[in-house]
């Protein structure tokens, strides 16, 4: 091989190696791009969740303090109206009634916005207050137990609106007469398990069912890092176990009992 031949063979080489370096450079910087625009997204979606929760929280505070105060005063008065006509006793029944329809309606409304409970008692009995609330009239049974975990608060915040959106879902597509929740530590993961035995949905149509909330399921399931199974056997029930990781995997402190 000449002179010529070997600096050209130099040459294209030292062209591949630059070549090489730009694309694994490039690759590289996709790639950090990716992650970056990928956390800034859970970033963002996690802020979001936080803003209206904290907005939910506020409007139930409000809610409860002032307008549930109001219909309770309006409730006292009438009470203690006496040796009044019966026309005028039946008129004052029928007011109280409105009134306790009024309050019921107003304790599922600063239930779904945030439950005072849920800070003060915890997780456990914020849920079994939610199932019962939800399910009172339905006909719809059903069967809870939570072991007891001492969870964070953001936590447990999301593990209760995913058990809200799951009980929506049972009560308004389901047409069961029952289900299961129960909560329970394995190992490192902590177990969200739900089922319930009714008609189960199509899966071909899932995509259309906007209304099912699954989308608000996993995205605060991701801000858990959980992974999510999901078994629908039509005419079966569905069946939801959500496994989430019993640590912050920024910290890894762990949720103990």
């Not at 306790?100 to 003060?120: F, T, Y």
């Not at 009995?125 to 939570?146: E, H, P, Q, R």
Request: one cysteine or more.
């Amino acid at each position: 091989m000449d002179t010529n031949e070997t600096k050209i063979y130099i040459t294209l080489l030292t062209g591949l190696a630059v070549l090489a370096i730009l694309m694994a450079f490039f690759v590289v910087t996709i790639f950090r791009y990716q992650r970056k625009k990928a956390a800034y997204h859970a970033q963002k979606l996690k802020d979001d969740f936080n803003f209206l929760d904290k907005e939910k929280q506020r409007i139930s505070l409000d809610l409860h303090d002032d307008l549930g105060a109001s219909l309770s005063a309006i409730k006292l008065r009438l009470q203690m109206l006496t040796n009044l006509g019966a026309t005028a006793t039946k008129h004052i029944d029928v007011c109280e009634l409105l009134l306790d329809e009024a309050m019921q309606k107003l304790r599922r409304i600063s239930l779904n916005m945030m439950p005072g409970i849920l800070k003060r008692e915890g997780l456990d009995a914020a849920l079994n207050d939610l199932i019962g609330i939800m399910t009172f009239g339905s006909g719809i049974k059903s069967n809870y137990y939570c072991e007891p975990i001492n969870f964070k608060e953001e936590t447990a915040i999301h593990i209760y609106r995913i058990v809200q959106e799951v009980i929506n879902n049972i009560i308004k597509h389901s047409k069961a007469t029952s289900f299961d929740l129960t909560i329970y530590r394995n190992e490192n993961k902590i177990c969200l398990f739900m089922h319930d035995n009714g008609i189960g949905f199509d899966d071909k149509n899932l995509k259309e069912k906007s209304g099912l909330g699954l989308h608000n399921i996993a995205a605060r399931a991701g801000l858990l890092h959980a992974d999510i199974y999901m078994t629908n056997t039509k005419g079966e029930g569905v069946e939801y176990l959500i496994e989430i990781p019993a640590y912050d995997k920024k910290n890894k402190s762990a949720h103990r009992r």
